[in-house]
């Protein structure tokens, strides 16, 4: 299958600061890319999609300001989490498609805020 | 809202086939059906997916029923590493419209030596 990149795969920053997780389509064009969140025990909750070129269209609840997403290319789109808090903590899963094909997953950042 | 209701849990024998099942009853006729696996601290991996026959690839089978209201992945000789959670989704395959994968809680399967 395709294959889809992640950077960082964890990262730990301090309270309020911003941090930004990059997701790569290696092998293919992505049209759209979605951003999920899991906290422990429970399943992947969808935050946003992204299709290139565009803005970020958000889930109900997920806020925008907080939660940046860029989408600048076919093959990349990043999230910024922005004046981070403990709360934030939690694994943050990227997906790409192009077309009608499946959607790939990259393999996930841990982040934890200390 | 996830559109799919799976058993929370399910065990397997190493060796044996593993059936997963799936209820979608309020499947829509755009709506493909949806296989993903996630092992722990993983992003989901992709199965196979179907509209309404069956479908068969080098990881699983999917068994779709004719009404297409449930289905059926089919692991055929299940390892150690098929331990993880499935997740069954119903999507609109593509398209600007829709095409978002809403993950339920899925059946978290056990295969024991």
């Known amino acids: 299958g395709a294959v889809v990149s992640q950077h960082p795969s964890r990262v730990i920053c301090k309270s309020g600061t911003s941090v930004k997780i990059e997701c790569r389509s290696l092998?293919?064009?992505?049209?759209?890319m979605f951003w999920y969140r899991q906290f422990p025990k429970q399943s992947l909750m969808l935050m946003a999609t992204?299709?290139?070129?565009?803005?970020?269209?958000?889930e109900q609840g997920v806020e925008k300001d907080k939660f940046l997403i860029n989408h600048a290319s076919l093959t990349l789109s990043t999230l910024t989490v922005t004046s981070a808090h403990p709360e934030d903590s939690s694994f943050y899963i990227c997906?790409?498609?192009?077309?009608?094909?499946?959607?790939?997953f990259g393999q996930g950042t841990r982040l934890t805020v200390v | 809202d996830a559109k799919t209701t799976q058993p929370p849990s399910m065990d397997c024998a190493e060796g044996r086939a593993a059936n997963l099942p799936c209820n979608h009853s309020?499947?829509?006729?755009?709506?493909?059906v949806y296989w993903y696996r996630q092992i722990h601290s993983q992003g989901p991996q992709y199965i196979i997916h179907g509209l309404k026959n069956n479908e068969t690839n080098e990881m699983a089978s999917l068994i779709i029923t004719e009404d297409r209201k449930s289905s059926t992945l089919i692991l055929p000789h299940a390892t150690l590493r098929d331990t993880a959670v499935y997740y069954c989704i119903v999507r609109v395959a593509g398209g600007n419209q829709g095409g978002k994968l809403i993950f339920g809680q899925g059946t978290e399967l056990s295969v024991k030596p």
């Open positions: 997906s790409a498609q192009t077309g009608k094909a499946e959607a790939f």
């Open positions: 992204s299709n290139e070129g565009s803005k970020a269209t958000y």
């Open positions: 092998d293919f064009q992505a049209t759209t």
């Open positions: 309020t499947i829509s006729g755009n709506e493909y």
